[in-house]
């Protein structure tokens, strides 16, 4: 098992930023991704970000050019610097980990954006 514990959200307002730390325990040997999901209200959760063991990363559209992902694989961390946020960045953000075919996801941390 991984447990993944986030940390950094809050309130900002619009054009702020922001930078989301998740730390990974466990049974970490093997973990080949990590990254961020997000679920506004109402909505489904969708893929922010996610960065692979060897450096490689994605990106959702919407985030593109103003979030940036890194991942430290020595302990077992991964970040999301948020910068120019937007009202509709809000929502809960989750840290997720990919390990042996599993996902395993974080208590999720809440973002809001104030306009």
């Known amino acids: 098992q991984v447990q993944l514990v986030e940390s950094g959200g809050g309130l900002v307002e619009a054009g702020g930023s922001l930078r989301l730390s998740c730390a990974a325990s466990?049974?970490?040997?093997?973990?080949?991704?990590m990254g961020w999901y997000r679920q506004a209200p109402g909505k489904q959760r969708e893929l922010v970000a996610r960065v692979s063991s060897g450096g490689s990363t994605n990106y959702a559209d919407s985030v593109k050019g103003r979030f940036a992902i890194s991942g430290d694989s020595a302990r077992n961390s991964v970040y999301l610097e948020m910068n120019s946020l937007k009202p509709e960045d809000t929502a809960i953000y989750y840290c997720?980990?990919?390990?042996?075919?599993?996902?395993?996801w974080g208590q999720g941390t809440q973002v809001n954006v104030s306009s």
């Open positions: 997720i980990a990919w390990r042996s075919g599993n996902m395993y």
């Open positions: 466990g049974s970490t040997y093997g973990i080949s991704t």
